[in-house]
């Protein structure tokens, strides 16, 4: 997929680890090891190609292959929460459960607070966008209504 930021890209390994910051040797050792236990093999990204590595603590056990041809590439990754599958109860009018068991005429919730309301397992793609959609609008006009007539 094309990344949403460019990467990071140098002509050796050495200088990729300059460029990201990365202790040189350290970094270049790394690779230098990987790339010698990758084993041969037909590569073949469609499948489960068998194409390992062996004698690293952690082994790739497919489409392992050597990080030899420059260009090389770095992006940086960070983490981030999907679903949490935890925060606020709400009923069907996106109004907030208390800790009473009660419902609380004046807090309502959507998005991402609310989703393990609606994913009790698993995922669908789109549907942390869509949760937050239409309990975002169920919220709001909720809170409006509250709002004008209380
Ligand atoms: C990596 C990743 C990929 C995803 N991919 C998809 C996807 O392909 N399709 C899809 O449908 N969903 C996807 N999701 C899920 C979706 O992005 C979320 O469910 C959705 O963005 C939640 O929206 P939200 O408005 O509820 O919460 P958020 O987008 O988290 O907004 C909450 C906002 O509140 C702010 N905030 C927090 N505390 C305070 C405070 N005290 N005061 C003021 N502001 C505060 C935060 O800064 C934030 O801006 C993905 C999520 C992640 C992390």
């Known amino acids: 997929m094309p990344p949403v930021f460019p990467a990071v890209t140098a002509n050796s390994i050495q200088e990729l680890a300059e460029k990201v910051g990365l202790d040189v040797e350290a970094f270049t050792q790394t690779i230098d090891e990987y790339n010698a236990a990758v084993q041969p093999g037909n590569f073949d990204h469609t499948e489960l190609d068998q194409v390992h590595t062996k004698g690293l603590e952690v082994n790739k056990t497919n489409w392992a292959r050597r990080i030899d041809t420059p260009p090389f590439y770095a992006y940086s990754l960070k983490p981030g929460i999907t679903f949490t599958y935890l925060g606020v109860e709400v009923n069907k009018n996106a109004q907030m459960r208390m800790s009473d068991g009660k419902l609380a005429k004046n807090l309502f919730a959507a998005g991402e607070i609310m989703a393990g309301n609606v ?18 609008r169920i919220a709001g006009s909720e809170a409006a209504d509250y709002a004008i007539n209380n």
Not at 119 to 136: E, H, K, P, R, S
């Open 119 to 136: 994913l009790g397992q698993g995922y669908l793609a789109g549907i942390g966008m869509t949760i937050g959609n239409v309990f975002g």
